[in-house]
C-alpha cells in the first residue's frame, strides 16, 4: 500500500512539473529570426534604428553593405579594396557613422578614417599620413572624432589623441607623449573612452623597468584634467596581464577588457577603483546611438547583464535559447538588441527585439 501510495505521489508530482513546465512556455514570446546571412566571412559593424551595417570580406577586400528590417533588403555602400584590419569601434555624428580602417598597398601598411553617409548610402574615405599603428578605436567627442594613436621610432614609442573635426575635416594632435623602451622612462597613454564632453585616459608614468605609476585621468571638453584616480596594485595586476583594449565609462561605473578577453566591471571611487565583477568573454554591446546606456553579455553563452542603476551590480538576465545556440555578438540601441546566435558547423540565426522583451522571449534557432 505504502509502494502504491509513493507511485501515485511521484506521478502527481511528474504531472504537476509538465503543468508548470508548459504554463513558462507559454508565458515565453516565441521570436522569428531575421532571414539574413553573409555572403562570406563577416562582422557587424553599427544597428541604427530599423537597420544595420555589416561588412563582407573576401579576398578583394571588404565589402559594407546596410541591410533593411522592414523590408529585409540590403544596400551596398562602398567597398575597401586594400583592407587590412579594422576594429569593431565606430561613431556616429550627424547620420553619419566613422570608423578607422587600416589599409595594405603590399608595401605600406596605413590608418585611414571612414565615412558611411547613411543619407547618402556611401562609403567615403579620409586619409592623413601620420605613421601610427594599426588597431584604432575610435569615439565621439562633441562633434569631433577622437581617436588614440600611437608610432614607433626604434625602441622610443609617442602616444597621442588625434581628433578629426567633421565640419572642417582637419586633424589636431593633443596630449602627446613619448616612451624610451631602453631606459624604460617617460609616459604613454595606453587606453582612452569619450562620454559626451568628458575624456578618459588609462595613463603610465614610468621612472625605470619596475617603477611605474598608472592612473586614470578625465579631461574636460577644452583638453583640462579634472580628475585623477590612482589605479592600485591589486587593479594594476589586471591592467598588466594583458593589454587593455577597451575601456568604458558610464558615470561612476567603469568596463574594461584585455587581449585576452578577461574583462572587468568596477565602480570608481575617489581614490581608486573597486572591482565590482571580473569575468571571461564579458563584452559590449556595439551601440552607437545610445553609448550611455551600457548592455553586456557573455560571449559564447546566453547570459546577459543590466547594471542596476542605485548599485552599480550587474542584473544577469538569462536568454532562453534552443538547439545549443549561444551568443556571438549583440549589438544594440536605446530600446532594441540585435542579437547573433551561433553554433559549431552550423548557420547563424540574427533576432530583432525590444530590450524590455529578454526576460519573456525565446529564440529557438531553427
Avoid at 557613422?97 to 608595401?107: I, V
Avoid at 581628433?163 to 616612451?179: A, G, P, R, S, Y
Avoid at 545556440?325 to 546566435?341: Q, T
Wanted: contains cysteine.
Amino acid at each position: 500500500m505504502k509502494m502504491k501510495k509513493r507511485k501515485i505521489f511521484l506521478l502527481w508530482i511528474f504531472i504537476l512539473s509538465i503543468c508548470f513546465a508548459c504554463t513558462w512556455k507559454e508565458k515565453e514570446k516565441y521570436v522569428e529570426p531575421i532571414s539574413f546571412y553573409f555572403d562570406e566571412f563577416g562582422s557587424f559593424k553599427a544597428l541604427l534604428d530599423k537597420d544595420f551595417i555589416y561588412l563582407n570580406l573576401s579576398e578583394e577586400g571588404a565589402s559594407y553593405y546596410r541591410y533593411h528590417l522592414l523590408n529585409h533588403q540590403k544596400t551596398l555602400l562602398g567597398k575597401i579594396d586594400n583592407f587590412y584590419l579594422a576594429t569593431k569601434s565606430s561613431a556616429l555624428i550627424d547620420g553619419k557613422l566613422y570608423f578607422y580602417a587600416a589599409e595594405n598597398d603590399g608595401t605600406n601598411i596605413s590608418n585611414t578614417l571612414f565615412c558611411i553617409d547613411c543619407a547618402e548610402n556611401e562609403l567615403k574615405a579620409y586619409r592623413n599620413q601620420d605613421d601610427s599603428l594599426a588597431g584604432i578605436s575610435i569615439y565621439k567627442w562633441n562633434k569631433d572624432i577622437i581617436t588614440l594613436k600611437n608610432r614607433r621610432d626604434g625602441n622610443k614609442i609617442t602616444t597621442y589623441l588625434d581628433i578629426f573635426d567633421t565640419d572642417l575635416k582637419t586633424w589636431t594632435q593633443k596630449n602627446v607623449h613619448l616612451v624610451d623602451m631602453d631606459t624604460h622612462t617617460g609616459s604613454a597613454i595606453f587606453a582612452l573612452y569619450a562620454d559626451k564632453d568628458t575624456l578618459y585616459v588609462l595613463h603610465d608614468d614610468l621612472n625605470g623597468k619596475d617603477n611605474v605609476l598608472t592612473t586614470l585621468r578625465a579631461y574636460n571638453g577644452d583638453m583640462e584634467e579634472i580628475r585623477t584616480i590612482p589605479v592600485d596594485d591589486k587593479l594594476k595586476d589586471y591592467i598588466f596581464s594583458s593589454r587593455i583594449q577597451e575601456i568604458a565609462v558610464f558615470g561612476e561605473y567603469i568596463y574594461m577588457n584585455n587581449l585576452s578577453n578577461d574583462a572587468l566591471w568596477g565602480k570608481i571611487l575617489e581614490e581608486r577603483i573597486e572591482p565590482l565583477m571580473k569575468k571571461m568573454d564579458l563584452s559590449l554591446a556595439l551601440n552607437q546611438q545610445a553609448p550611455d546606456v551600457p548592455f553586456l553579455y557573455v560571449r559564447w553563452s546566453n547570459q546577459c547583464y543590466l547594471p542596476d542603476e542605485k548599485t552599480g551590480d550587474l542584473f544577469p538576465i538569462e536568454l532562453s535559447v534552443g538547439n545549443g545556440y549561444v551568443l556571438r555578438c549583440v549589438l544594440a540601441d536605446k530600446e532594441h538588441i540585435l542579437l547573433d546566435f551561433c553554433a559549431e558547423d552550423k548557420k547563424d540565426f540574427l533576432y530583432y527585439v525590444k530590450k524590455n522583451d529578454l526576460k519573456t522571449a525565446y529564440f529557438p534557432c531553427q
